[in-house]
């Protein structure tokens, strides 16, 4: 495909606002760039979307790693493993290539609005700094040689400044700037600096460049100007990343709606109006288990048991009222679909359900029978629909009185921890859930309470209600061994029924939202 090619020409459509030659445009050491100018090469439409993708895994865990709490460095540890993961090409002699071409198709993908203009930008540039840290210590040279090769002409300090004495202290800047080091733990560098005072190792720029080190106290600052060690120079670069990149993606979303959008209706603008929303991971499209293993008489003990909250809040709401609006429907359908309930078992549990709640035969089979049969892919087209991911969830908009949608998005502080509290989640885990509620990170609070109801850490994350319930029932089918294996070892008969410590035989009561104001 061709069209990057077009744009490269233009250079207008991904905002190149640098004045820096075109041999200076690219600056790169193996993976790293500044991203001015798009890739001229022909990519096709399948690779588009497969980069894109690829580097989405990347920034996703990266945000991930941020809303678990890691340090700095933990998050550009995972930041470099994650890249160095997703981001290679089968050919190494496309890895530069691929970089180039998926950045700059996100960039289309989060220009749009504010909020996902916001979102690229903190992790891009999160993925630069952590690429651009990536270096052996003994690199110290490597920021200053990045910098003048792509033009970035900062002012370095002379020897007579570093040599003035600066009042009230009485002591030479040097003298100061090595004490700034110091209290780093930086001693090897207060030592470099003591050594050789007149060292041009250090850049004077406006504080403003540099809000990391300014927000930490890990530079010198005097009349309005931060004095940055070359090994701090990290930070300049990125800095410049930063400002370039935000200007580029106002300046590509106004090309994208005044003419690219309507221009590519047919073949990019769909994809790329995906991305943004994009699930990453298994569309549990077929069955989890094998169609009939989850026995219709079993439901409301899996509910309880392995049911997020979103199916549980709407598989009670149906038990309490017999009615479900057609989105619930579709949600929790595709859900049991996705467990393992067959098509006769989906029939019999909707038909009972329904006439619990005074609706007749005739009535069912008109309105209702057709849309199960068509979820299971024996109507219409004969599409086997997928269960709606956690992103899917999250982003339905339920009004007043309708139960689908993220509980964790729609429910307030005080019911949430009710419900919660009803599951016999751990407190600790509900106050957790809750404090990721309250920073609107859904998924992560969803996380946290299967942590509290199972005893145990969620590597994986949530990303979809049925890996939920599927990495529910790996710890219950667990216990079920192990309790199994115990009393087999002791010579005494076997419990049928198992139960996890925090869980009891009570059936939890139906959980009313309130939703959030």
């Known amino acids: 495909m061709a069209w990057i090619q077009q744009q490269q020409k233009s250079s207008k459509a991904f905002g190149n606002i640098t004045a820096i030659e075109q041999d200076k445009a690219e600056v790169s050491s193996g993976h790293l760039s500044l991203y001015t100018e798009p890739p001229s090469t022909i990519i096709c439409i399948e690779d588009f979307e497969r980069y894109a993708i690829d580097r989405l895994r990347v920034l996703k865990g990266i945000e991930e790693a941020k809303a678990k709490g890691f340090k700095p460095h933990e998050v550009q540890e995972k930041a470099r493993k994650l890249a160095n993961q997703h981001l290679k090409a089968l050919d190494p002699k496309q890895n530069l290539f691929k970089d180039h071409a998926s950045h700059f198709v996100l960039r289309l993908a989060y220009c749009r609005t504010e909020e996902l203009r916001r979102w690229f930008l903190t992790h891009e540039s999160e993925l630069f700094k952590a690429r651009f840290s990536d270096e052996p210590p003994k690199a110290q040279a490597r920021p200053v040689a990045f910098m003048t090769q792509a033009g970035l002409d900062y002012d370095q300090c002379t020897s007579d400044e570093l040599n003035e004495t600066i009042q009230p202290s009485g002591k030479p800047l040097w003298a100061l700037l090595a004490q700034v080091e110091e209290s780093k733990w930086n001693q090897q560098v207060a030592l470099e600096i003591k050594q050789d005072p007149g060292n041009r190792s250090f850049f004077k720029v406006d504080f403003e460049q540099v809000p990391d080190l300014v927000a930490t106290r890990k530079v010198f600052l005097r009349h309005g100007q931060a004095y940055v060690f070359k090994t701090d120079a990290a930070s300049l670069v990125v800095g410049h990343f930063r400002s370039q990149l935000s200007h580029a993606l106002v300046t590509t979303s106004r090309k994208w709606a005044s003419h690219i959008a309507a221009e590519e209706s047919e073949r990019l603008t769909p994809v790329v109006e995906a991305l943004s929303t994009r699930y990453l991971g298994p569309d549990y499209g077929d069955l989890q288990r094998p169609a009939g293993e989850v026995a219709l008489a079993d439901l409301p003990r899996l509910a309880h048991e392995s049911f997020p909250l979103c199916m549980l809040n709407m598989f009670d709401a149906l038990k309490r009222d017999h009615h479900l609006k057609h ?191």
């Open 327 to 517: 989105t619930g429907r579709q949600q929790l359908g595709n859900f049991l679909k996705g467990i393992g309930l067959s098509l006769d078992s989906a029939l019999t549990f909707w038909r009972t359900e329904f006439a619990k709640g005074g609706m007749p035969e005739d009535k069912f089979k008109k309105e209702h029978m057709y849309n199960i049969r068509h979820s299971y892919g024996k109507e219409g087209k004969r599409v086997n629909y997928t269960p709606a991911s956690c992103m899917s969830v999250i982003n339905s908009q339920p009004g007043e009185g309708v139960v689908h949608g993220c509980p964790y998005k729609t429910f307030n502080k005080d019911s949430l921890t009710a419900a919660l509290t009803r599951l016999r989640v751990e407190p600790q885990a509900i106050r957790a859930a809750v404090v990721k509620q309250q920073g609107n990170h859904f998924q992560l609070a969803c996380a946290a309470a299967w942590e509290g109801a199972h005893g145990c850490e969620c590597v994986t994350g949530i990303n979809h209600p049925n890996q939920y319930y599927s990495e529910s029932r790996k710890v219950h089918d667990a216990q079920m061994e192990t309790e199994q294996d115990a009393p087999a070892a002791a010579g005494t008969p076997a419990q049928s029924a198992i139960r996890l410590p925090n869980q009891s035989n009570e059936t939890a009561a139906a959980v009313t939202p309130v939703r959030q104001t």
